[in-house]
T-cell receptor, first 115, second 115 residues
Framework: ETGVTQTPRHLVMGMTNKKSLKCEQH?????MYWYKQSAKKPLELMFV???????ENNSVPSRFSPECPNSSHLFLHLHTLQPEDSALYLCASSQEAQRGYNEQFFGPGTRLTVL | AQSVTQLDSHVSVSEGTPVLLRCNYS??????LFWYVQHPNKGLQLLLK??????LVKGINGFEAEFKKSETSFHLTKPSAHMSDAAEYFCVVTAASGGYQKVTFGIGTKLQVIP
């Protein structure tokens, strides 16, 4: 595997379910990110982890819970979601999060549908 | 404060004609600027970046962009459009402040290429 991978690619869940999204980067980076991409809205940065420490939580509801066990893996745990949470969830990584000039490398995303 | 404005939500060009996707930004810091491309059902791929070196930046697939500080612009161009260029393009500004990286995405421009 190369680059940034995400599983599953598609997920359909009910509002009472609990599921997790997984992201893995094979680039030796130290920062990882979760984004939400909804139609007709800019990408919304949800969480940032730098050297396994969470450095940003952009007012994300507690029904989204991130976990970063090491610099290569990032999870997004989901529970009691709402239909408006349906979106494409993108994971990204970069060399580190404190340098503005570091580009981010994106995974293909997980298309989430909440019924 | 930091913001990105992509001036066109949709751009349509004929194959073989020039492409111009416009982006204006504002930032209180010394920004880095990026263009990413997203093909349907795929993650974002970096096209090019400006990080305070040469103001004319060349990227992949024949794209280039010019950083114009006086106009606070970073427009993306390509001399001759190809059918494979049809995708959504995102302008991004980042800056490091207080040890953290602030990332702001534009809303995206959908490029249609007509045969």
């Amino acid at each position: 595997e190369t680059g940034v991978t995400q599983t599953p690619r598609h997920l359909v869940m009910g509002m009472t379910n609990k599921k997790s999204l997984k992201c893995e980067q094979h680039l030796g980076h130290n920062a990882m990110y979760w984004y939400k991409q909804s139609a007709k809205k800019p990408l919304e940065l949800m969480f940032v982890y730098n050297f396994k420490e969470q450095t940003e939580n952009n007012s994300v509801p507690s029904r989204f819970s991130p976990e970063c066990p090491n610099s290569s893996h990032l999870f997004l745990h989901l529970h009691t979601l709402q239909p408006e949470d349906s979106a494409l969830y993108l994971c990204a990584s970069s060399q580190e999060a404190q340098r503005g000039y570091n580009e981010q490398f994106f995974g293909p995303g997980t298309r989430l549908t909440v019924l | 404060a930091q913001s990105v404005t992509q001036l066109d939500s949709h751009v349509s060009v004929s194959e073989g004609t020039p492409v111009l996707l416009r982006c204006n930004y504002s930032s209180s810091y010394s920004p880095s600027l990026f263009w990413y491309v997203q093909h349907p059902n795929k993650g974002l791929q970096l096209l090019l970046k400006y990080t305070s070196a040469a103001t004319l930046v060349k990227g992949i697939n024949g794209f280039e962009a010019e950083f114009k500080k006086s106009e606070t612009s970073f427009h993306l161009t390509k001399p001759s459009a190809h059918m494979s260029d049809a995708a959504e393009y995102f302008c991004v500004v980042t800056a490091a402040s207080g040890g953290y990286q602030k990332v702001t995405f534009g809303i995206g421009t959908k490029l249609q290429v007509i045969p």
